[in-house]
């Protein structure tokens, strides 16, 4: 559909809790909140589109204490005017309508918009429908935690045929992490396992090289922001002298323009970045990163920001889009008690989409 509609919409709250204590380096997660977008219009009757709203707490520029009120005045908005058909034109209309404050309410108006036209069967895109969404690699995720807990999620990820595996770093003591490196390395090469860590800019400036010397001992595929975002020259001398890999990830957060998002990665020179689509403000804005870095011969990943299955299923659905040619951080559907019920499915560390699998009644969260 080409032409413009007008469009209804609704949010509820969706409360997540975490199987076990998810640690990082900026503390432990035992909990969070999104918002489930709906949208309705009479241009498509019976039919029904979502998207999710996830800010994560202390890292999204919009994890606000007026969330829901800057939310609101967002639905206010959109029902009073005219809304593209088309997915390009919606896109840039999603963009200059919600502010780059909120890159989260955007990516959810635009999840739900083009689930809405796209038939309100959970498929995103036009061109890409449910029946031809490929099987794709994604890295097994190791928590913080003590050395006993780690440990046992090393041997349960290896255990469950995962040949990427990414472990959290900077919150316990580095030897010890260290020693949970060695202990992978020892068993499987790296032909055998590619190993990634996030230290989630936990590395002080002055330690970051030592550190990422200690580590290029394991043979490591990729380091996650070393030191914390915004010393772009810290950075970028790292990225040059590193022995391992860097990938930025926070550093991208809140750089909006075009310009200013090519500078950066002329400036800096990782090897990798890591798209997060809630965190970066939306789809469009996620598909401007890699035409710049695709340019400039950087190479990336997507990774889920803890969202739900709802979330999750638009990311998936976007990175098959792109045919990506490394294991993706796809593999946060499993951390809650629980999740809204989809297709997706991990299996021996890939994720695809289960055709003989439904959607739970995502309408049923709505009172």
């Not at 241009?43 to 520029?61: V, W």
């Not at 029902?79 to 990516?107: A, D, K, M, Y």
């Not at 936990?202 to 070393?226: C, G, R, T, W």
């Amino acid at each position: 559909m080409s032409t413009s509609f007008r469009a209804t919409f609704d949010y509820s709250p969706l409360d997540l809790t975490f199987k076990f204590d998810a640690g990082t380096s900026r503390g432990i997660l035992k909990a969070k909140t999104s918002y489930i977008i709906k949208v309705n219009s009479s241009a498509f009757p019976t039919k029904t589109g979502f998207g999710e709203a996830g800010p994560l707490p202390k890292l999204s520029i919009d994890d606000i204490p007026d969330f829901e009120t800057v939310l609101e005045n967002y639905i206010t908005t959109l029902e009073q005017i005219e809304i593209p058909g088309e997915e390009h034109e919606l896109l840039l209309f999603l963009e200059s309508v919600i502010q780059n404050e909120h890159p989260s309410i955007r990516f959810a108006f635009e999840t739900a918009l083009l689930d809405l036209i796209n038939g309100g069967k959970r498929q995103i895109f036009d061109s890409q429908p449910l029946s031809a969404l490929p099987v794709i690699p994604i890295n097994g995720l190791i928590w913080m935690g003590d050395r006993k807990f780690m440990l046992s999620q090393i041997d349960k990820k290896l255990q469950e045929g995962y040949t990427c595996v990414k472990m959290k770093i900077g919150a316990i003591d580095f030897n010890t992490e260290c020693e949970l490196l060695g202990y992978i390395r020892k068993n499987f090469s790296s032909k055998e396992i590619s190993l990634r860590v996030d230290a989630n800019g936990a590395f002080n400036v002055s330690q970051a090289m030592k550190k990422l010397e200690a580590l290029s001992k394991y043979d490591i595929h990729s380091i996650e922001q070393p030191i914390k975002q915004g010393n772009w020259e810290a950075m970028a001398d790292l990225c040059a002298r590193s022995p391992v890999s860097i990938a930025l990830d926070e550093e991208l957060i809140g750089i909006n323009d075009y310009e200013e998002k090519a500078r950066l990665l002329h400036f800096i020179n990782p090897s990798y970045i890591i798209l997060k689509p809630t965190l970066l403000g939306g789809i469009k804005k996620t598909l401007d990163w890699i035409t710049i870095a695709e340019k400039q011969n950087i190479a990336w990943w997507m990774t889920s920001a803890l969202e739900s299955n709802i979330g999750l299923n638009v990311i998936y659905q976007l990175t098959s889009r792109l045919k990506p040619s490394l294991p993706q951080g796809l593999g946060t559907g499993q951390l809650y008690e629980k999740n809204i019920d989809s297709p997706l499915r991990v299996h021996k560390g890939n994720i695809h989409y289960d055709q003989g699998v439904y959607w739970e009644d995502i309408g049923g969260y709505f009172k």
